[in-house]
């Protein structure tokens, strides 16, 4: 008669034919000892898997009370702060081209006043004129005065669409 010869199958840890224990997760063999080994390595697994839930649950709640944290809020931050930068610099070119049109042109209406007044002086110290040079002259004298105010009318375009 032939006997049937048993395979006995090994501890996948120790190697000994004592494999008692099949892990369903790992498909392993175990024996009695080795198969505690086995499991105290998965509950350490597991209480990594569990501190790592739960630092991100911290995470999260550490995202939830400062979103204004978040590097997509900083650059935002730092784009506004950049486009106010700008937006100052260009109000200050924008004073510094008006107080030079308004110095010139102020100069113009200067230089033209001063004509004016020694005519009026020479008029005046020599007492030679008449109704017609004193109404020319008011006449200038209010034509300056309209291109002195005429500076602060000045219209400038606002132009949205630059950056």
């Not at 494999?19 to 080994?37: E, M, P, Q, Y």
């Not at 486009?83 to 004073?95: F, L, W």
């Not at 009026?120 to 020319?136: C, F, G, H, N, P």
Request: aromatic share 4%; hydrophobic share 35%.
């Amino acid at each position: 008669m032939a006997t049937a010869r048993k395979i006995k199958i090994l501890c996948s840890t120790c190697q000994k034919a004592a494999g008692v224990l099949t892990c369903r997760g790992c498909n392993n063999a175990f024996c009695s000892r080795d198969v505690i080994k086995h499991r105290q390595q998965l509950n350490r697994q597991m209480d990594e898997v569990g501190a790592s839930h739960d630092q991100l649950q911290q995470l999260i709640v550490e995202h939830e009370a400062q979103p204004k944290c978040h590097p997509l809020m900083e650059r935002i931050d730092k784009w506004e702060q950049e486009s106010i930068t700008k937006i100052h610099q260009a109000a200050d070119d924008a004073r510094k081209q008006i107080l030079t049109i308004i110095g010139t042109h102020r100069a113009q209406v200067t230089d033209n006043l001063a004509v004016l007044t020694q005519e009026l002086s020479r008029a005046r110290d020599e007492d030679d004129y008449v109704e017609t040079e004193l109404k020319e002259w008011m006449e200038k004298l209010d034509q300056l005065k309209i291109d002195l105010n005429a500076a602060q009318t000045v219209y400038f375009d606002q132009n949205d669409s630059k950056t």
